[in-house]
């Protein structure tokens, strides 16, 4: 037949929001639970003697410092996603970068806008394809090529890769993401707040050398709030703050 | 395969990196990955007639979804090879098939070997230094695996409560964590030497070189290969200072 009636269009919807409720979590559970049971094995499982407080400090510099942030990208991510498509996305990451432009462009090629049903479902589809091509890529180019690659390279290649791996990130990262978040009083707050803490602060007191991080997120965070423009939100700039939340936060990075 | 001595203090990281447990939690996610893409695919399918979808539109949706990722994938790629040396390609696997990225999971590396004193590569970066920053890396990213189960189910709830947050909060806090996080982890990195300091400049200043391209010419891919290229650039900027000396 070729129209479905609307208590068969509902029960349809239903069926889905069932399986995608219960379905979801349980994988995205998995996905935590296997992950974790990695993590903990490598710190304890291997005889490399980790003790608990060793690992409960470092991962308290992390959470201190990221924490916010973990809260907050659900949050934001959930308007656009939708609700099944949170749990793909939160478990293959790479949200910003590969997956939402995935959903946009389909949703885009069947003419249909995001928000409705038919939307979300489209979404689903693209965000699945996208991520079979995320594993597939992630397999035979870095899994296979990359270590193959990696493999040639001669050891002092490898010590300068491991080396200066972080400074060889950051500085692209800082640049790409104080252009993106298009914030110029953030900006320089997070910039004094950092020079103070790393060149002034920790020197005079290293016992805060871990939670330097941490540190400079809290108060960059509370500077920026009480340096905050006063003036209400015109919807023009409402609507600039609300493209700006679904612009990349914590992935312009991938 | 040779499985050599697990030794902590050791700066042979190789037999841990590639240790088994590693690799099969690797396979585990890719699996579960599958799992769930199988079992949203299916009640995608039975759910299209309703939103007047059929079959063909939904594979067609599919299939722009896996084009649109061809380009982030290969971007990605390159910067995930980038870590293969730091963290060996288990590890990566895992962090960047699982809600991971670059520059959080270096980070968070970062930030958990700096509580033991230590450095990511470098003669402090043992075996022991290895399994603490994966293990602190891994379980930050969990976090966010943790927030998604929690609130998904609340926020469809409450459509409501999210209107009551303070807008100005959603747009300033994550900007301020953001910024604040890598500005000083990058301060940080300037305190280290010279050839840190150099390195972090070229990184920047080919991002910024990608960016200046992609916006004049309209590029939008180079902003995609921004980091992986910024990543090329500065190592081998940092390779070529220290063969030098």
Redesign the interface.
Known sequence: MSTSTATETSARFAAFDRTTSIWGPITLGLGLLISLAAALYAAFGTGVGVTPLELATAVGAVLATFGIIAVIEPVSYFPILGRSAMYQAFLIGNIANKLLPAAIVAQANLGEKPGTRRAELIAGSAIIGAVMVHITTLILLVGVLGTWLVGMLPPPLIATARSYILPAIFGAVVLQSVMAMKSRRTTIVAVVVAAAIVFVVVPLAPALTYFATALAVIITIAASWFARSKTPLSPADADAGQARRTTPISEPIH | MVVAV???GSTDITP?IH?P??WA?AA???A??????A??????R????????TPG??????????????G??????L????????FG?PA???R?????????D???A???A???GA????PT?T??IF???????????????????I???V??KGDAK?RK?N??I???????????????????????SP???A??????????VC?LLAHRFRLSWLR?W??GV??IV??ST??FM??AA
């Open positions: 697990v030794d902590p841990l240790h447990v590693l939690s585990g996610v890719f579960v990955v599958i799992l769930q893409s079992i949203y695919f299916k009640a995608i039975k759910a299209a007639p309703a939103a007047e979808l539109q939904v594979n067609s949706s599919v299939r722009s979804g896996a084009v649109a990722a061809i982030p994938s290969l971007a990605v790629a910067i995930a090879v980038s870590l293969l040396p730091l390609t990566v696997l895992t960047i098939g699982l809600v991971g990225s670059a520059a959080f270096v980070a968070a970062g930030i958990s700096g509580t033991q450095q990511l590569g470098g970066y075996q022991k399994a603490i920053a994966f293990a602190a890396m891994t379980i930050g990213g969990l976090v966010w695996m943790l927030t998604a189960l609130l998904t189910p926020l469809s999210l947050v807008p100005a959603m747009a300033i806090v994550p900007t301020a964590a953001l910024l604040g996080a890598f500005f000083t982890l990058a301060f940080q990195e300037v305190l280290k050839v840190h300091l390195t972090m400049l070229a990184s920047a200043a080919a991002m910024g960016l995609e921004g980091l910024s990543i500065a190592l940092a390779y220290t063969a």
